[in-house]
């Protein structure tokens, strides 16, 4: 069963990344929202916003991965979707392979094309005056945090992909995960919420993984936001990771 | 554990949710021979095959294929087999060469390329090799799709609806692409609700219906089955498509009659 795992998933990752290499639209369009609201918040709201930084898109940078993160998992959903819809997925599955590489293709893909939209997007932020004088430790613990996360989101994501019965059902449940860091510090500092809010601003994962990238970029001591971010990041893959697999048996047993 | 029939299959029975699909199919299928399983919409060709073809376990009964046990030797199963599926199961974004060298890699295969080549040019697509999927017209996707199952020579071979959604030309190349599987020795076991191509097709027919084989012969035998209330609740195809074939410039008649 395992004999030929490394080399299936391999081969099936190379499949799936040449869907993405092939059309750029993937990345395109899940990069175009958060350097949307870059633009947005750089340069028609952030001069109103008090962030306590010398520069927002400093501020701001960390908040716009999280959601770059998110709409990228959207995708990952959407090609597993398709898999099992044009019957792909079932042929990898009647063939001698180790049969579980046909989903960790699928989950090797989504890391390397979020990896590659989240590039994009700092590169935009570097175009609009972001800068961090972090060193390569410091931006290893921001890709470590980020890959985690991806990671989480990415086995949430297998879930609506292996369930869902439209394409728009197996994409739309990203849209909440879009719309989290906007109650977190991600836009603007959580002191000037209203207590109910602040409290569940200051208490969900968003904020404790946006305060940490933010911190390692702008080489502050990280505190114990990155134990909170690490946390929630494992927390929710286990879960996702669980869950996922649950449903992948339940499938295909 | 080895027998003379390629598949054999006994008592078989599956029920999705309320639904008691299959009620106890029995099936045996000579090595080398074309099988067909005709039935109506929803009478259940496709669950029997996707349980030989290992993606469904069934509820009661067994089934075994080339020798093999499909619950419990699903593996050996799966190095015996190949299954195409009611949709071409093709990946639009490569191109033909690369989903057959996938598939040839998948199956470990040594001279990947080699193999999708000979492939290829027996299915006529040397033309658009390198052409995106996306780009080829239902019948290049079918014989593409088929080409594709027969990577590694797999002694069975299924092949799910292979016709349904095609023109008349392209369905008279993928009979020839059948026939051709079964002269070389390799046994089909095809599901259609068409009678026609079972009758251009099949060495045996078996007729399932409300989760039963109700009938199971040569079409000699079935043809003696008289009244032909029988078949009643299977499609009748058109008798349109001689007219059509004529009139395009091919002719609807089996290659092999005089």
């Known amino acids: 069963m395992t004999t030929h795992f490394v080399g299936d998933t391999a081969l099936l990752t190379g499949r799936s990344l040449r869907h993405i290499t092939r059309s750029l639209d993937t990345i395109i369009t899940t990069t175009i929202m958060p350097i949307a609201f870059l633009l947005l918040f750089v340069f028609v709201l952030g001069g109103a916003i008090t962030s306590g930084s010398d520069s927002y898109i400093d501020y701001l940078l960390p908040g716009i991965l999280v959601i770059t993160v998110a709409s990228g998992v959207s995708y990952t959903a959407y090609r597993l979707f398709l898999d099992l819809q044009s019957g792909i997925f079932e042929r990898f599955h009647s063939m001698p392979i180790a049969r579980s590489s046909a989903l960790w293709a699928h989950v090797l893909t989504s890391l390397a094309a979020i990896a590659m939209s989240v590039v994009v997007v700092v590169l935009a932020a570097l175009v609009m005056g972001f800068r961090s004088g972090a060193g390569v430790l410091a931006w290893l613990g921001v890709a470590g945090i980020l890959g985690l996360f991806t990671l989480a989101l990415t086995w949430l994501a297998v879930i609506p992909g292996l369930t869902a019965t439209s394409v728009d059902g197996a994409s739309a449940f990203s849209y909440p995960l879009i719309l989290l860091p906007f109650i977190s510090s991600a836009f603007v500092p959580t002191e000037t919420m209203p207590g109910p809010v602040r409290a569940f601003a200051e208490n969900q994962p968003v904020t404790a993984i946006v305060d940490a990238i933010r911190a390692l970029l702008a080489q502050q001591p990280v505190g114990t936001d990155i134990w909170v971010a690490l946390g929630w990041c494992l927390g929710l893959l286990l879960v996702a990771y669980g869950f996922a697999m649950l449903v992948y048996r339940r499938r295909f047993a | ?258």
Do not use: C
């Open chain 2, 1 to 258: 554990m080895r027998n003379d029939a390629a598949i054999r299959v006994r008592g078989l029975e599956k029920s999705f949710d309320e639904l008691h699909v299959l009620r106890g199919v029995d099936i045996d299928v000579d090595r080398g021979s074309i099988f067909a399983l005709l039935g109506s919409n929803g009478a259940g060709k496709t669950t029997v095959v996707r349980i030989l073809a290992t993606l469904l376990k069934a509820d009661a009964g067994t089934a075994e294929v080339h020798g093999f046990d499909v619950a419990t030797q699903a593996g050996d199963v799966r190095e015996s087999i190949s299954l195409t599926g009611q949709f071409a199961a093709v990946d639009d974004v490569l191109t033909g060469r690369e989903n057959l060298v996938l598939v040839a890699r998948l199956r470990h295969l040594t001279g990947a390329r080699a193999i999708a080549e000979q492939l290829l040019a027996r299915f006529q697509l040397t033309d658009a090799a390198d052409r995106k999927v996306s780009t080829y017209s239902g019948g290049m996707r079918r014989r593409l799709d088929i080409s594709m199952s027969l990577i590694g020579d797999p002694p069975v071979v299924f092949l799910d609806e292979p016709t349904t959604g095609l023109d008349p030309e392209a369905r008279l190349e993928v009979w020839q692409a059948v026939r051709d599987l079964a002269a070389g020795g390799t046994t089909v076991l095809l599901t259609t609700q068409y009678l026609d191509e079972a009758e251009q097709l099949a060495d045996r027919i078996a007729i399932l219906h409300g989760g039963r084989i109700i009938e199971n012969g040569t079409l000699a035998e079935l043809k003696r089955l008289l009244p032909p209330a029988k078949v009643e609740y299977v499609e009748k195809q058109p008798t349109l498509e001689d007219v059509f074939l004529r009139l395009v410039g091919r002719d609807a008649t089996r290659e092999d009659q005089p």
